[in-house]
């Protein structure tokens, strides 16, 4: 699945010929989540086997992700893998772009809190959500999270796949990152 051009992972795999490829109804674009959602498992893959094999190749995808250019923190939910740049993007805390969020955290959590790289971008995401994607319904003043789409327009919903913001948050400041900083500066 590795083994691109780019470093960013194939969508799909043929078990029978090992060829991978990017679904056609992408577009030839690559899902954030799907970058995202595979990091905290090859790391402990390799941890537990031994082998940084795992580990490097999930590593080099995600060095492609730290290289892209941000939407105050937020990357775009789909994007070419040989333009990583391209405009117009949409951005979202739901479909295709979950896991890359959810794991930054606990990617950082897993390396026993000293990838601060991670959960510097974990911060700039949750900010760049706050800013662009929290907003509140105009009559119950209800908070949600919508998505950015590529026209540039605000679609006012919140997706089921969205939901797991909440606890991602509570996580983040039972794991504050200030605090963490305080400890090893205090060592």
């Known amino acids: 699945a590795y083994d691109t051009p780019s470093g960013l992972p194939y969508l799909s795999i043929n078990l029978a010929t090992g060829k991978g490829s990017i679904p056609g109804w992408l577009n030839n674009r690559v899902a954030l989540a799907e970058v995202g959602t595979l990091q905290l498992?090859?790391?402990?893959?390799?941890?537990?086997?031994g082998n940084e094999t795992y580990w490097q190749a999930a590593k080099r995808a995600d060095d492609v992700l730290t290289r892209m250019t941000t939407f105050d923190g937020l990357l775009p939910t789909t994007f070419n893998p040989d333009n990583l740049n391209a405009k117009p993007q949409s951005y979202t805390m739901g479909a295709m772009a979950d896991s890359y969020y959810e794991y930054l955290l606990k990617r950082w959590i897993q390396s026993g809190k000293t990838d601060d790289h991670l959960r510097n971008r974990y911060d700039e995401a949750m900010q760049g959500m706050r800013k662009h994607l929290v907003k509140s319904s105009p009559t119950e003043h209800l908070m949600f999270?919508?998505?950015?789409?590529?026209?540039?327009?605000?679609?006012?919903?919140?997706?089921?796949?969205?939901?797991?913001?909440?606890?991602?948050?509570?996580?983040?400041?039972?794991?504050?990152h200030d605090n963490a900083a305080r400890a090893k500066s205090d060592l």
């Open 41 to 49: 498992e090859m790391r402990e893959l390799s941890r537990l086997t």
């Open 145 to 176: 999270v919508g998505d950015i789409r590529e026209d540039g327009g605000f679609t006012s919903r919140m997706e089921h796949l969205t939901c797991f913001i909440g606890a991602t948050l509570a996580l983040g400041a039972m794991h504050d």
